[in-house]
């Protein structure tokens, strides 16, 4: 299964929070899944950061990369694809990670039940 994770899940992930569910858990570390990490996460992470709206460990990047997450990188595509996509969800970091796992045929995980009426390639883990 190829997964990309929403913003949230990255961080609970890094912080074994015990917000994330078990099913996520078991889809995140299957041998069978190739999960990948959106440079729209990181940028929202840092922007958040900056604005002292969230608050990360001082080794926050080293372990991020510690991990074996693909990352995948914005394109000028799946911008231009966020422009066809309903108004379901008005913030534009999850507006662009839905607009990737569309054009890539990812599956979306993600806590938010917002984000599933975007159709059934998200997937809701809670």
Same mark, same amino acid.
């Given at each position: 299964?190829?997964?990309?994770?929403?913003?949230?899940?990255?961080?609970?992930?890094?912080?074994?929070?015990?917000?994330?569910?078990? #099913?996520?858990?078991?889809?995140?570390?299957?041998?069978?899944s190739t999960v990948f990490v959106s440079a729209v996460s990181h940028w929202?992470?840092?922007?958040?950061?900056s604005l002292g709206k969230l608050r990360l460990p001082p080794d926050f990047?080293?372990?991020?990369?510690?991990?074996?997450?693909?990352?995948?990188?914005?394109?000028?595509?799946?911008? #231009?694809?966020?422009?066809?996509?309903?108004?379901?969800?008005?913030?534009?970091?999850?507006?662009?990670?839905?607009?990737?796992? #569309?054009?890539?045929?990812?599956?979306?995980?993600?806590?938010?039940?917002?984000?599933?009426?975007?159709?059934?390639?998200?997937?809701?883990?809670?």
């Amino acid at each position: 299964m190829r997964i990309l994770l929403d913003t949230h899940l990255v961080l609970w992930w890094l912080a074994n929070s015990p917000s994330l569910s078990e #099913q996520a858990r078991t889809l995140i570390s299957s041998p069978e899944s190739t999960v990948f990490v959106s440079a729209v996460s990181h940028w929202e992470i840092w922007l958040k950061a900056s604005l002292g709206k969230l608050r990360l460990p001082p080794d926050f990047a080293a372990r991020l990369a510690t991990e074996s997450f693909e990352s995948l990188p914005l394109t000028a595509a799946q911008t #231009q694809q966020i422009a066809s996509l309903p108004w379901h969800h008005r913030d534009p970091f999850d507006r662009m990670l839905i607009a990737q796992a #569309q054009s890539e045929n990812l599956i979306l995980l993600t806590a938010d039940e917002v984000v599933t009426l975007y159709g059934d390639f998200v997937r809701l883990v809670r």
